[in-house]
């Protein structure tokens, strides 16, 4: 299986032209697979949980179902993060998981970050793995990393890649990837995002250099800190 990490820089609010530059990253690329970052579609830092509802999506929202086809009309599996609207109300910090047989799963962050408290419920998805080409795939969002048992409960799930969508702010995740795949056995794709975002006085540097590493803890690809 051939696997596509995207960095991408998102604008903070701009989901037509988010979606349009991940679209067109997936388009442009040859894989059977793509892994992009978090909340990819909106940015991150949300002020609050009044203006997180502006930009949260169904997980049947067009914008949605077209980042999902940019691959999946191509025969290829997509994760993504967004930020999704569910229920009465409810907010969650999501990933989509789709295949081209039509299979879309979400699964909805379990470990908040910080201020992602003040906006999000937690997730109440659990964790899931769903084969593709051979190859069993479960999904972790961003701070999941720092609980061993997120990456350790997915392989006991049958994983055997584990396809990570974050927007990491600290740079330890690239180094303590080498940890989770080894320990765990399994394939590590850590997509992440890169810029700056500045909102209310708060300043956010993403740290790109998002890693693809083997079973063995061996480094794969490693992409640059500050480059889509
Ligand atoms: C994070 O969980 N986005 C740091």
């Given at each position: 299986m051939r696997v596509a990490l995207v960095q991408s820089r998102p604008v903070f609010g701009e989901l037509d032209l988010n979606l349009d530059s991940l679209v067109g990253a997936v388009s442009s690329a040859e894989a059977d697979f793509f892994v992009l970052p978090e909340l990819c579609l909106s940015g991150y830092d949300f002020d609050n949980r009044s203006e997180c509802s502006r930009y949260a999506l169904g997980a049947e929202d067009p914008r949605v179902l077209e980042l999902s086809r940019a691959a999946t009309d191509k025969g290829a599996g997509i994760a993504f993060g967004f930020a999704e609207a569910a229920g009465q109300g409810g907010l969650f910090n999501s990933a989509m998981l789709a295949f081209p047989d039509g299979r879309a799963r979400v699964y909805r962050k379990t470990h908040l970050f910080a201020r992602e408290k003040l906006c999000f419920d937690p997730g109440d998805s659990g964790s899931f793995v769903e084969e593709f080409l051979g190859t069993r795939i479960g999904v972790a969002i961003c701070f999941?990393?720092?609980?061993?048992?997120s990456f350790r409960t997915l392989a006991i799930r049958g994983a055997d890649l584990v396809a990570h969508c974050s927007n990491l702010v600290m740079p330890y995740c690239q180094r303590a990837d080498f940890a989770r795949s080894i320990e765990n056995r399994v394939y590590v794709f850590t997509a992440n995002r890169i810029g700056t975002e500045e909102r209310s006085g708060r300043r956010l540097e993403f740290t790109g250099e998002s890693v693809a590493l083997a079973p063995d803890g061996s480094y794969l690809l490693r992409l640059p800190v500050d480059r889509e």
């Open positions: 999941d990393w720092i609980f061993p048992e």
